[in-house]
Nanobody
Framework: QVQLQESGPGLVKPSQTLSLTCTVS??????????WSWIRQPPGKGLEWMGV???????VYSPPLKSRTSISRDTSKNQFTLQLRSVTPEDTAVYYC??????????WGKGTLVTVSS
């Protein structure tokens, strides 16, 4: 069974870059038709899809966040990472990494709370 674990700082200052890593076990991030996303949920609000990196390394980003977001991967460590630049308090949220793919079960990490505050 695929397992995902988010890691990174829980507190980021405004204007800085938020960086999170998702470590995957029980499966490879290069397995065909596997897609690896970042999704966040601000306090009291709904889920927001941020972007995805495919098993080939191609990326797609949510248009509202595209200018500030980068998703990359390290296949040797079976990890993928999120960078969100120029953060504001509105970026405070629980951040999840997720595995998706056609006909595949949806697997979520447990999520990690990132607070943007000075």
């Amino acid at each position: 069974q695929v397992q995902l674990q988010e890691s990174g700082p829980g507190l980021v200052k405004p204007s800085q870059t938020l960086s999170l890593t998702c470590t995957v076990s029980g499966g490879s991030i290069t397995t065909t038709q596997n897609y690896w996303s970042w999704i966040r949920q601000p306090p009291g609000k709904g889920l927001e899809w941020m972007g995805v990196i495919s098993y080939t390394g191609n990326t797609v980003y949510s248009p509202p966040l595209k200018s500030r977001t980068s998703i990359s991967r390290d296949t040797s460590k079976n990890q993928f990472t999120l960078q969100l630049r120029s953060v504001t308090p509105e970026d405070t949220a629980v951040y999840y990494c997720v595995r998706d793919g056609p006909g595949l079960p949806l697997y979520w990490g447990k999520g990690t709370l990132v607070t943007v505050s000075s």
